[in-house]
């Protein structure tokens, strides 16, 4: 009677476990594929390469279009909360209740040669967004930013082929400086929010004179794109660190919407609502100093400074207001008579990124005690920690 008795109780529970495990399975999004941020018709202008390999994909069957190797990456992409379904399943996503997609939605492209006496330096960004949205309510639902950069050195000009190339592969390489690659590795891991949840946004980035007079010529003259990028920078580098989903920036985009449409021809307008947690980034000088001096070359710290405001706007609540620097280390080689300093800064840049990051999880950390201006910076960044962890 007592194994009798028993054998109902795991056959009670393996049924409550069944009900469970069905009431919480996997929701389904729609793999909508590729598409650029803004209005279609401009997009051969604000995108001229990625526009270009766009349009040459679409044209070679063979290969496939970016949005089906966007679809192909996807669907070999496991992540026990989200179902991936291929894209005819938008059909019938218009009569269901819940309609999610997910597009890899890019949001900038920045090229920029310079001329550097006996060689030319091309900086090429391409910056995006790991974007679910909801089809009925025309609105963000998650938003993972992403972004790939690169340098190439030429001793003449590059050609638009070879730009279009680099471009090319920016996109589509299959390690992690590939946007396609950041695209799947980041709803590899997204979740869906939940009730009460909160969002996180970069609301602001601007570059003070003294920063912005470092830029290259080619981007001096573009200040709006300069502030794109270092807010993708910094959103896409905590995204990818803390696993925080982070809304859309508002920078760059028309207040309140961002358009976009998909390589079916479906046109949206997604509803771009302010988060409530946001940062402030404000970069405000650079520095070179030499440290050392040999027949093989010269050795220089390239520094950033910046300002980082994180803060709960409502409320006007502080949780991180702080002075930053950072330096990085670079060597020039001897004998060159012009240095690509904008390499070295970017790095500067990102590695004081990638070491706040670091800080958030470790608050005490070394660094953080040396490069803040705060007096209380383990108690500021013991704050955020605990705002990013609880919007995750």
Known sequence: MYLKRQSYIVIAIVAMLAFFSGAARAADVAIAGFAFAGEFSTAKTRFPYAFQV?????????????????????????????????????????????ALMTVLLLTGETVS???????YKTFVNLRGDALIFDYKNQTVVRSYPISVALFDATPNEPSAERIDSFVEQMLLREDGKGLLTQFSNRLATATLPVPGHHNIQVRKAELAPE????????????????????????????????????????????????????????????????????????????????????????????????????????????????????????????????????????DAVRGMFLKLNDAFETPDSKWAATAASAKDIVKQLEATRVILKASK
């Not at 970016?66 to 909360?81: G, K, M």
């Not at 040669?113 to 060689?119: A, R, V």
């Not at 803060?311 to 008579?337: M, R, S």
């Open 113 to 119: 040669t310079e001329n550097f006496g006996s060689y």
């Open 211 to 346: 920063a912005l007079a470092m830029m290259p010529e080619a981007l001096r003259s573009h200040p709006k794109v300069l502030e794109s990028m270092l807010a993708d920078s910094f959103a896409s580098i905590l995204s990818a660190k803390s696993g925080v989903p982070v809304l859309p920036s508002s920078v760059g985009h028309a207040m309140g919407t961002m358009a976009l449409r998909l390589e079916n021809g479906d046109e949206y307008n997604l509803k771009l609502e302010e988060g409530h947690y946001l940062f402030d980034i404000r970069l405000n000088k650079f520095a070179k100093i030499k440290t050392a001096e040999t027949k093989v070359g010269t050795s220089y710290v390239y520094g950033a400074y910046a300002n980082v405001h994180f803060y709960e706007p409502t409320l006007n609540t502080d949780f991180l207001n702080t002075d930053l620097k950072n330096g990085e280390v670079a060597v020039v080689p001897a004998g060159l008579l012009a240095s690509d300093d904008f390499a070295a800064f970017q």
């Open 54 to 98: 766009y349009k040459r994909l679409q044209a070679q069957a063979g290969a496939g279009s970016l949005s089906r190797q966007v679809t192909e990456r996807i669907r070999q992409t496991q992540n026990p909360a989200l179902s991936f379904m291929p894209s005819d399943a938008l059909l019938n996503l218009r009569k269901s209740d819940q």
